[in-house]
Nanobody, 126 residues
Framework: QVQLVESGGGLVQAGDSLRLSCSASGLTFNSYAMGWFRQPPGKEREFVVAISWRGGSTYYADSVKGRFTISRDNAKKTVYLQMNSLKPEDTAVYYC???????????????????WGQGTQVTVSS
């Protein structure tokens, strides 16, 4: 059974940093592109960032470029999201996602996601 378990969310102030982690089990981790989506209150789930299955390429939403950084540790089967200079508009439930053997850019298509985590809340106060 595939499980993606997020951790690291919380309540922070604008300008602060957070690091999210997503630990995977039940899948051949290094065969999957990994990414993060988020769902702000009352809005649709949206793409944030992805990293290819080898880790050689990344793709970011314009709204987070220069502030967020994705990385992966295939030995630990974990993907990370370092979020700096957080803004109130970053407030959302953040979901870890996995897609088999695709590029980071292809992960922007939510319909192509194979597995989802349960989500972790990030709240940024002004």
């Amino acid at each position: 059974q595939v499980q993606l378990v997020e951790s690291g969310g919380g309540l922070v102030q604008a300008g602060d940093s957070l690091r999210l982690s997503c630990s995977a089990s039940g899948l051949t981790f290094n065969s999957y592109a990994m990414g993060w989506f988020r769902q702000p209150p009352g809005k649709e789930r949206e793409f944030v960032v992805a990293i290819s299955w080898r880790g050689g390429s990344t793709y970011y939403a314009d709204s987070v470029k220069g502030r967020f950084t994705i990385s992966r540790d295939n030995a630990k089967k974990t993907v990370y999201l370092q979020m700096n200079s957080l803004k109130p508009e970053d407030t959302a439930v953040y979901y870890c996602a996995a897609a088999f053997h695709v590029t980071a850019q292809v992960m922007t298509n939510i319909a192509g996601i194979d597995y989802w985590g349960q989500g972790t809340q990030v709240t940024v106060s002004s």
